[in-house]
């Protein structure tokens, strides 16, 4: 059964990544520096690979989750981007930041274009534009 979404429970975080994957790698991050402590001066050179080849997993791993958030990020501006020329005709300004396309994708069809224009004059913050928003769009799919 899916909680309907609203300002409230909206966000969302990906338990796998932080409590696996993120959680893992800081892990061999840290036995690895033990490992590299307790063995250099025995084995300095295999201490050494593992220090590296445990920082290098830890990077990637930062790296990928923020190469996904971009990626999903460019999306949602060509989507929100797109949505607005299908209401209106025009293309959403370009005074409008990441952050506030993001927060907007919330509205639904039929307070979208006036909210869009509130956020410009106002200059509304993400979660002032996420207050805003009357009728919740679900979003779901966002990680």
Request: charged fraction near 25%; aromatic fraction near 12%; proline fraction near 1%.
């Amino acid at each position: 059964m899916t909680i309907k979404q609203d300002y409230k429970n909206h966000t969302q975080a990906d338990s796998l990544f932080i409590g696996g994957i993120g959680l893992l790698s800081l892990i061999a991050f840290i036995l690895s520096i033990v490992f590299f402590f307790q063995n250099v001066g025995d084995q300095w050179l295999l201490s050494v690979i593992v220090l590296l080849f445990a920082l290098i997993f830890l990077f990637v791993t930062v790296r990928l989750r923020g190469y996904a958030l971009k990626l999903q990020d460019r999306i949602i501006r060509g989507e929100e981007n797109f949505r607005y020329y299908r209401l209106t005709g025009n293309l959403l300004d370009s005074r409008l930041s990441l952050k506030q396309v993001i927060a907007l994708r919330f509205a639904d069809d039929a307070e979208y274009p006036d909210l869009v224009d509130r956020v410009l004059s106002e200059n509304l913050s993400p979660d002032e534009i996420k207050k805003a928003v009357q009728n919740w769009k679900e979003d779901h799919h966002r990680v």
